[in-house]
Structures are given as C-alpha cells and as structure tokens.
C-alpha cells in the first residue's frame, strides 16, 4: 500500500492483526503502555484475540542547526 501523505507514513501507528482483518490507529504522543494495552484489550472483546501486534513510533524531529 502506498501513502500519498509523508507526514501520515512517519506517523505513529499501530494495527492489531485478527483472524478476520486488520484495525491500524494512530498512537497519540504520550500513550502509555497502560493505555495501549487498554484500547487493545477493548479491540479483542469485540474481534477475538489478536495474533500480532505491530507498533511503529514515529522519529523526534531533529532539531535544525
């Protein structure tokens, strides 16, 4: 899949994988493992237990010289 927007690719994300599809989110700075485990255990009532769980955090920026 190709995304149009560069900013929306060096986001911060996570999917959860299901026996029936894939759910990705954005992962708002300052999430905590508690709230992440939270939202998942939320996404898992409703569609079964996850089989994988991928999180991509986003770079800092680096500050310009």
């Known amino acids: 899949m190709l995304l149009n927007?560069?900013?929306a690719a060096s986001?911060?994300?996570v999917t959860a994988?299901?026996?029936t599809?894939?759910?990705s989110f954005p992962l708002p700075a300052g999430?905590?493992?508690?709230d992440l485990a939270a939202h998942l255990e939320g996404l898992?009532?409703?569609n079964g237990k996850a089989i994988a769980v991928a999180v991509r955090v986003a770079a800092a920026p680096q500050p310009s010289s």
């Open 5 to 7: 927007n560069p900013k």
């Open 11 to 13: 986001a911060s994300r």
């Open 17 to 19: 994988l299901f026996k």
């Open 21 to 23: 599809g894939a759910l």
């Open 31 to 34: 999430t905590t493992f508690q």
């Open 44 to 46: 898992c009532a409703s």
